[in-house]
């Protein structure tokens, strides 16, 4: 992972255009080629972004880029140029650095789900029948470039769905989901048509808005009852 911390200016042209004038950010370039810039508030979220597949080249700025903020005495000393196999590019123009380190975190073992957020995945990946009749799995842990989504499956019509299981379904989980949709979908593999369903024991209002307003499905799970607890043979929800 490499940090740069620097006064920078930054554009983004692709499905739309965003402009972040000349301030100071911090830069975060991770092993998954992934290039994102953040400020110092909005807790994670950044405030551009390109997810991964992409590449990032770094070049001196030329006459008309060393001098794009004169106004500010601002001198440009890097330009980066981060481009998307979908065409979406994302230009920073680098000044003063006040910060760069690169260090190698190496594997990591990801995160460990509580045990019952882990059987809930489990019964629903047994238990297909819960998403609606027709539906079969087609892996656990489908791996994407930026994680694994917890169940890809199909559909009575034969769509991909991604399936995102919490025990507490908040917004970051629906984020989540949307991020592994972005990626999914440019997949050919896939077809470029996946869809998503958001399942969770309990679902904040917000979050189903949220998820809602992003054509993702919300199923709230009983998960006594996917257990066979209560009524084992009525297993949908």
């Keep these: 992972m490499r940090l740069v911390i620097a006064q920078c200016q930054v554009d983004y042209t692709g ?39 992409c590449s990032l080249t770094i070049r001196e700025p030329d006459a008309d880029e060393a001098c794009a903020v004169p106004a500010l005495g601002a ?8 481009d998307a196999v979908t065409g979406d590019h994302l230009q920073i123009l680098l ?9 190698d975190l190496g594997v990591d073992p990801g995160l460990q789900k509580d045990g019952v957020e882990a059987h809930l995945q489990e019964l629903l990946a047994e238990n297909p029948e819960a998403f609606g009749d027709g539906w ?32 507490r379904g908040e917004i970051d989980g629906v984020e989540q989901l949307t991020r592994y949709l972005d990626l999914m979908n440019r997949d050919h593999l896939l077809g470029g048509h996946v ?43």
């Design 136 to 167: 079969s799995v087609v892996q656990r842990e489908y791996m994407t470039p930026i994680g694994p989504v917890d169940i890809l499956c199909r559909d009575a019509e034969g769509t991909y769905v991604a399936v995102e299981v919490k025990r």
């Design 15 to 53: 499905r739309l255009s965003a402009h972040l004038p000349w301030a100071k950010r911090l830069i975060v370039v991770k092993a998954d080629g992934s290039v994102s810039v953040h400020a110092d508030d909005r807790a994670y979220k950044p405030l551009n972004w390109m997810s991964p597949p």
């Design 95 to 103: 000044g003063d650095v006040d910060l760069d380190v690169t260090e």
């Design 195 to 237: 869809q998503g369903v958001f399942a969770a024991q309990q679902i904040k209002p917000q979050a189903r808005t949220l998820a809602e307003d992003r054509g993702i499905d919300c199923l709230t799970v009983d998960y006594d009852a996917l257990r066979g607890m209560d009524h084992p043979e009525e297993r949908l929800f």
């Design 75 to 82: 001198r440009v000393q890097q330009v980066w140029e981060v």
